[in-house]
Antibody
Framework: QVQLVESGGGVVQPGMSLRLSCVAS????????MHWVRQAPGKGLEWVAVIGHDGNYEESADSVKGRFTTSRDNSKNTMYLEMNSLRAEDTAVYYC????????????WGQGSLVTVSS | EIVLTQSPATLSLSPGERATLSCRAS??????LAWYQQTPGQAPRLLIYDASNRATGIPARFSGSGSGTDFTLTISSLEPEDFAVYYC?????????FGQGTKVEIK
């Protein structure tokens, strides 16, 4: 069965960096685009970034552009989110999401990794 | 950026009743709209994609309709596990946007 497991979250101070990982299993990871979506405590969903199936393209939300970078290693079935210059407003649960196809929707979601940015 | 507006913010209904949720886009998204369900402490689950197609394993009581700027998610008869928050989502130029959510609560 499809599984997505995020890790790497934690508490960091403003201005610091953190790297999240998402390990995929149960499907051919290398043929799917992947996304990051976040949810601040008690708030709605916010799309963060997408990466193409072979890393051929990457796009990110304006709120994180220039600070967050998405990458993937298909040999390890793993996607990464490198987060720099973290701000208090980046505090959220970060979900790893598989693209259903054509970049339109997310059909499988991980359970999320909590990132807290606080001094 | 396309903005999605969901209404109502909260829907108070009893089990067995019909739920009708609305999502309006600031400009046409064609039929490229999805609905997700999120229960407390859980990740979102894809219910409907391309406005009216049920995702794998989704019960027939969930249905979606609409195109252009106005979309509807209907739950024909609410089961106890359906009380949750529902989000609509669209994709434009590789960027996703979500509505703010509708909470379906037990009356």
């Amino acid at each position: 069965q499809v599984q997505l497991v995020e890790s790497g979250g934690g508490v960091v101070q403003p201005g610091m960096s953190l790297r999240l990982s998402c390990v995929a299993s149960g499907f051919n990871f290398g043929v799917y685009g992947m996304h990051w979506v976040r949810q601040a405590p008690g708030k709605g969903l916010e799309w963060v970034a997408v990466i193409g199936h072979d890393g051929n393209y990457e796009e990110s939300a304006d709120s994180v552009k220039g600070r967050f970078t998405t990458s993937r290693d298909n040999s390890k079935n793993t996607m990464y989110l490198e987060m720099n210059s973290l701000r208090a407003e980046d505090t959220a649960v970060y979900y790893c999401v598989r693209d259903l196809g054509r970049g339109n929707y997310g059909d499988y979601w991980g359970q999320g990794s909590l990132v807290t940015v606080s001094s | 950026e396309i903005v999605l507006t969901q209404s109502p913010a909260t829907l108070s209904l009893s089990p067995g009743e019909r739920a009708t949720l609305s999502c309006r886009a600031s400009q046409s998204v064609g039929s490229y709209l999805a609905w997700y369900q999120q229960t407390p402490g859980q990740a979102p689950r894809l219910l409907i994609y391309d406005a009216s197609n049920r995702a794998t394993g989704i019960p027939a009581r969930f249905s979606g309709s609409g195109s252009g700027t106005d979309f509807t998610l209907t739950i024909s008869s609410l089961e106890p596990e359906d009380f949750a928050v529902y989000y609509c989502q669209q994709r434009s130029d590789r960027v996703w946007t979500f509505g703010q959510g509708t909470k379906v609560e037990i009356k």
